[in-house]
């Protein structure tokens, strides 16, 4: 089993800065991609970034020239700088990772962190 600790939530005014932690621990061998989600109320879970082992990653339009995604696979640890935050991106951010052994995928989050961003 993976287990999954965020933090690095908060309240931000419009234009500033947070930066996400997620540290795995368990289980944590065969690791495959990990990401970041987020969501609003009332809206469906989306990602916002992803990263491969090798350190390919991907982002959503929204976060794009904004938000980096890194990790750190000797401290099985992802994270996500967010800078030039605008109130549309106050939602909870998940982690996620994704586990591959054989024919077998497991898929692991996080608890959630709040993120509220004021104009």
């Known amino acids: 089993q993976v287990q999954l600790v965020e933090s690095g939530g908060g309240s931000v005014q419009a234009g500033g800065s947070l930066r996400l932690s997620c540290a795995a621990s368990g289980s944590t061998f065969s690791i495959d991609v990990m990401g970041w989600y987020r969501q609003a109320p009332g809206k469906q879970r989306e990602l916002v970034a992803g990263?491969?082992?090798?350190?390919?990653?991907n982002y959503a339009d929204s976060a794009k020239g904004r938000f980096t995604i890194s990790r750190d696979n000797a401290k099985n640890t992802v994270y996500l700088q967010m800078n030039s935050l605008k109130p549309e991106d106050t939602a909870v951010y998940y982690c996620n990772v994704r586990r591959v052994f054989g024919l077998f995928e497991s898929d692991y989050w996080g608890q959630g962190t709040q993120v509220t961003v004021s104009s």
């Open positions: 990263i491969s082992r090798g350190g390919a990653t």
